[in-house]
T-cell receptor
Framework: GAGVSQSPSNKVTEKGKDVELRCDPISGHTALYWYRQSLGQGLEFLIYFQGNSAPDKSGLPSDRFSAERTGGSVSTLTIQRTQQEDSAVYLC??????????????FGPGTRLTVL | KNEVEQSPQNLTAQEGEFITINCSYSVGISALHWLQQHPGGGIVSLFMLSSGKKKHGRLIATINIQEKHSSLHITASHPRDSAVYICAVRSWDRDDKIIFGKGTRLHILP
């Protein structure tokens, strides 16, 4: 497609359940980023992929959060044993190259996660 | 103190007014982004700057590296410009992490 896509657009889950969020970057973009935006808060960096590897995982808030990227394309962010404080909009972005380069990031529409 | 500060936090203006949103940062940067987040939540990247000035339609972005300051200007503002405008920097001081400002909420009245 023409832009970054994410699925699902909305996810409501019960506390303690696991969730998977998916991101399809723009074709040819080697760098992929995950962010989250909690209600009333600014954007928070979670993790960055260059190809299939994640040089920077420092933003992941706890070991319940993990992410992978396969084939240098689709990425999945997994949250295990969800907590209410995980409720947020999770945003994915992609760019032509990674952190060390001056490449513009293109954002997906986000996944709104609500943990009851 | 936040490493990226935006001002004002909120701005309401009449249609047609010239708008300026400011961003100051305290870290060394390799690039600065201006983003627009619409009321529905979607984010659009407006500009990426490492020096000088860029213009796109009614939007102008400037950066002064020495003063660690950037401005986003909107000429002939329109109600459809109503959104949250976010400044973000890529900081070589912080291992190339991206640090976001808290955003400026702009409301243009018809």
């Amino acid at each position: 497609g023409a832009g970054v896509s994410q699925s699902p657009s909305n996810k409501v889950t019960e506390k303690g359940k696991d969730v998977e969020l998916r991101c399809d970057p723009i074709s040819g973009h080697t760098a992929l980023y995950w962010y989250r935006q909690s209600l009333g808060q600014g954007l928070e960096f979670l993790i960055y992929f260059q190809g299939n590897s994640a040089p920077d995982k420092s933003g992941l808030p706890s070991d319940r959060f993990s992410a992978e990227r396969t084939g240098g394309s689709v990425s999945t962010l997994t949250i295990q044993r969800t907590q209410q404080e995980d409720s947020a909009v999770y945003l994915c972005a992609s760019s032509l190259a990674g952190m060390g380069s001056y490449n513009e990031q293109f954002f997906g529409p986000g996944t709104r996660l609500t943990v009851l | 103190k936040n490493e990226v500060e935006q001002s004002p936090q909120n701005l309401t203006a009449q249609e047609g007014e010239f708008i300026t949103i400011n961003c100051s940062y305290s870290v060394g940067i390799s690039a600065l982004h201006w983003l627009q987040q619409h009321p529905g939540g979607g984010i659009v990247s407006l500009f990426m700057l490492s020096s000088g000035k860029k213009k796109h339609g009614r939007l102008i972005a400037t950066i002064n590296i020495q003063e660690k300051h950037s401005s986003l200007h909107i000429t002939a503002s329109h109600p459809r410009d109503s959104a949250v405008y976010i400044c973000a920097v890529r900081s070589w001081d912080r291992d190339d992490k991206i640090i976001f400002g808290k955003g400026t909420r702009l409301h243009i009245l018809p």
